[in-house]
C-alpha cells in the first residue's frame, strides 16, 4: 500500500489505481520494458533498438512488480533523494538497481557496492566513499553508491549522515 496517493507523480500514478494496487498489466517481458524506457524517457530509437536486443541475452526477466519498482526508484533519483531497497538475501534488490542502470546508460563503474557486514571499519567506508567521488569526478557522471548489508553495520550513525 502507497502512504499518500497524491504524492504519487503522474507518470506513476496511471501504473497504480486508488486502493494502491499495482495495475501495469504483463502482457510480456518486452512489453514491460517499454514501459520503463518510455517512463524514464529513452528517445533515441537506437538506443531503444539495443536496449532491446540487450534485454533479450540477458539472464534477467522483469516482472510488473519490478518494473514498478523501477519506476519509483527512477522518481527518486531523479528527485535527488537516496534509496532504501530492503528485502530477503537473493530476493534482486541488486539486479533491479543494475537494470534501472543499463536502462539509463551508466557506465558499470558508476555503480558501486560495499558489502557492509560486521567487520567493515568506518576508515573503510570512509576510503569508499572517497574512492566513489573519485570515479564520479572523472566520468563527469552520478555514481550510484549501494550499501549491502547495511543493516549488519555497527556504523549506522556513520551512514545516516552520509545519507542525509
Given at each position: 500500500?502507497?502512504?499518500?496517493?497524491?504524492?504519487?507523480?503522474?507518470?506513476?500514478?496511471?501504473?497504480?489505481?486508488?486502493?494502491?494496487?499495482?495495475?501495469?498489466?504483463?502482457?510480456?517481458?518486452?512489453?514491460?520494458?517499454?514501459?520503463?524506457?518510455?517512463?524514464?524517457?529513452?528517445?533515441?530509437?537506437?538506443?531503444?533498438?539495443?536496449?532491446?536486443?540487450?534485454?533479450?541475452?540477458?539472464n534477467y526477466k522483469l516482472t510488473a512488480d519490478n518494473a514498478l519498482k523501477i519506476m519509483l526508484m527512477f522518481v527518486r533519483i531523479r528527485a535527488g533523494q537516496p534509496i532504501i531497497v530492503s528485502g530477503e538475501a537473493g530476493c534482486g534488490k541488486t539486479s533491479v538497481i543494475k537494470f534501472l542502470l543499463f536502462v539509463l546508460g551508466l557506465p558499470k563503474d558508476n555503480f558501486q557496492v560495499l558489502n557492509v557486514h560486521a567487520g567493515v571499519t568506518k576508515e573503510r567506508i570512509k576510503t569508499f566513499v572517497l574512492a566513489c567521488e573519485a570515479v564520479a569526478a572523472?566520468?563527469?557522471?552520478?555514481?550510484?553508491?549501494?550499501f549491502d548489508e547495511l543493516n549488519t553495520s555497527p556504523h549506522l550513525s556513520m551512514m545516516s549522515e552520509l545519507v542525509c
Open positions: 500500500m502507497l502512504p499518500d496517493w497524491r504524492s504519487i507523480p503522474d507518470k506513476v500514478e496511471d501504473r497504480i489505481d486508488e486502493s494502491g494496487h499495482r495495475v501495469i498489466k504483463q502482457k510480456g517481458a518486452t512489453d514491460l520494458l517499454m514501459q520503463i524506457i518510455n517512463f524514464v524517457g529513452v528517445t533515441n530509437p537506437a538506443r531503444v533498438s539495443m536496449l532491446r536486443e540487450s534485454y533479450e541475452k540477458q572523472c566520468s563527469g557522471q552520478q555514481v550510484w553508491v549501494f
